[in-house]
């Protein structure tokens, strides 16, 4: 990060702002409205720039740059169209530790200007810290049409009644939640509606109602996170993850997904590579209780659906047992998600008529158990999940038992992530191709007829083997 986004009061506070134009308008028209007090230097002076200084009380200097004008200031702005003029101002203004913005010219900048979406006192500001100001506003415009004008009129409303409200929970926890729930509710959808009245009667009402103890009681969600890429991510597994104070996640779970966690939450590694396993999984039964029994949000975030390969009903056991609520997020399941990211259809009206997950895992003596003459029909597509160090084992298993050599099959690697890799072959030669060409976990092995449309419908960027 190269610049720390703050929001400053400046209110009542002295500018100092060096340029008579149009842009030192827009900057001037941006600090009057934060109530700042300028002190503008400038030999000429834009009509309607003296009259908005003027109006707040500000000063004016019509004479050139002189770095005493810098006395008593908060921050400096340079905005002239005199290369010279704005470099001194940022070199007087760096020697005296004053902050500076030279419009246009981040190099001269100790600071920059965001750009802003107004919904006061709700201000969104977006940086690309100087690299592409044409980036920021495009970010700007799309979230401008997706936040209702009237949002302000909802921030306001709240903010009138946090007093009150922190009266009632002294507790910072329990009021977060319980504007959580305002901003998911009636009040929210009135204010947005314009009914301004009957949504400051609902929230006076629901703060006089409000309840420590039954908004503070602790929750497990259960969260699939997906394969990988965050996009993929389903809206009830975000607002969960962004509302959890503990995110329990082990390695499948990408980094893009975890970016997406609450700022403060707390974030627990639980592990799990082959064989490594960085907590037990009784232990990671048990802390999700423990979690939940000190009134936490806990977010036990898994790769894939938590429900398929995940051992969700393992980990819920105890949840249940001890009486806790608890949610379960279903998401796309790597079988899903690495068939669609590399173009195989995983059931297809002339290949396929039926799919079936199979576990690839290998039981702790090493031997992989499966019943392989029930995978025999040939219209049916395979998929194995955690099957790359028994490919050659499934391979030969499966030939043996009958299913033809000939099967095509691939072994999607990194599926729907940067770096996604797919290895195509056939049930008899893919085990040797991956030997050759090795592969990255984690990986997920596809066989049956429909992976012959890989070529034809394979759209997103990856390595091919
Ligand atoms: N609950 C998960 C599966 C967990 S088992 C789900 O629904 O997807 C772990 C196995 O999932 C891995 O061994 C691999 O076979 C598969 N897998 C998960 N993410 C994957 C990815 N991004 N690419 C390929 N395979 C993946």
């Not at 609902?202 to 009681?217: F, V």
Request: aromatic share 6%.
């Amino acid at each position: 990060m190269e610049y720390l986004p703050v929001s400053w009061r400046i209110k009542g506070q002295t500018v100092l702002l060096v340029g008579g134009g149009e842009i030192a308008l827009r900057k001037a028209r941006l600090l009057d409205r934060a109530g700042a007090r300028l002190r503008l230097v400038a030999p000429e002076v834009e009509p309607d720039l003296a009259a908005l200084v003027e109006q707040g009380g500000g000063e004016i200097q019509r004479q050139v740059f002189a770095a005493d004008q810098l006395d008593g200031v908060l921050l400096a702005l340079a905005a002239t169209d005199d290369e010279a003029v704005n470099r001194a101002v940022s070199e007087a203004a760096q020697a005296r530790g004053v902050p500076v913005n030279v419009v246009d010219n981040p190099p001269l900048c100790t600071f920059i200007f965001p750009a802003i979406v107004d919904r006061d006192p709700l201000i969104i500001s977006i940086s690309s810290g100087g690299a592409s100001p044409v980036a920021a506003r495009w970010v700007r415009s799309r979230i401008e049409t997706l936040i209702p004008a009237r949002w302000g009129r909802l921030a306001a409303l709240m903010g009138s009644r946090r007093k009150r409200l922190a009266e009632k929970l002294p507790s910072v926890s329990a009021r977060r939640l319980f504007w959580e729930k305002v901003i998911d509710g009636a009040v929210a959808e009135q204010t947005l509606a314009g009914q301004d009245e009957a949504a400051a009667t609902e929230l006076d009402a629901a703060i006089e109602a409000a309840d420590a103890d039954k908004l503070m009681r602790g929750e497990v969600y259960l969260v699939g996170a997906g394969p990988g890429d965050a996009d993929l991510l389903t809206f009830r597994a975000l607002r969960l993850l962004q509302k959890a104070d503990v995110v329990v996640y082990d390695r499948l779970v990408s980094p893009g997904v975890l970016e997406l966690a609450r700022r403060d939450a707390e974030l627990v590694y639980v592990g799990k590579k082959r064989a490594e396993h960085v907590l037990p999984q009784d232990d990671i039964n048990r802390l999700l209780v423990d979690y939940a029994r000190q009134g936490k949000k806990v977010c036990r975030l898994k790769g894939g659906d938590p429900f398929i390969f995940g051992r969700g009903g393992e980990e819920l056991e105890q949840v249940v047992e001890a009486g806790i609520d608890f949610q379960v997020v279903p998401v796309v399941t790597a079988a899903a998600g690495c068939a669609a990211y590399a173009g195989i259809p995983l059931t297809h009206r002339d290949h396929a008529q039926s799919v079936r997950f199979i576990t690839g895992h290998r039981k702790e003596s090493g031997e992989l158990n499966l019943p392989w003459s029930d995978f025999l029909t040939p219209s049916e597509t395979l998929v194995f999940y955690m099957g790359l160090v028994s490919l050659p084992a499934i391979s030969a298993g499966l030939i043996m038992a009958g299913r033809s050599p000939d099967t095509p099959a691939a072994l999607i690697s990194r599926g729907t992530l940067s770096g996604q890799r797919v290895l195509k072959g056939t049930l008899g030669s893919l085990p040797d191709l991956v030997a050759e060409a090795g592969a990255e976990a984690p990986s997920l092995l596809i066989i049956g007829d429909v992976v012959g449309l890989y070529p034809r419908y394979r759209w997103f960027e990856d390595g091919e083997g």
